[in-house]
């Protein structure tokens, strides 16, 4: 996977990706979601008390 483009707003963000054809859009975006949390998760800690 390659971000192209990344934008954000308030309370959410964009991403624009290029993929391999192999991968369907919910494996991306299983992914993303995973690598975002643990990254969030390792360097907010806090963040998982409220979750």
């Known amino acids: 996977m390659q971000f192209i483009e990344v934008g954000y707003e ?6 624009l990706i290029q993929s ?8 991306m975006c299983m992914k993303v ?3 975002m949390a ?11 008390t409220k979750l």
């Not at 308030?10 to 991403?15: D, G, I, K, L, T």
């Not at 192999?22 to 494996?27: G, P, T």
């Open 38 to 48: 643990k990254e969030i998760f390792r360097r907010f800690p806090e963040v998982k």
């Open 20 to 27: 391999v054809p192999s991968l369907s859009v919910s494996e």
């Open 10 to 15: 308030e309370n959410h963000v964009h991403f």
């Open 33 to 35: 979601k995973s690598i």
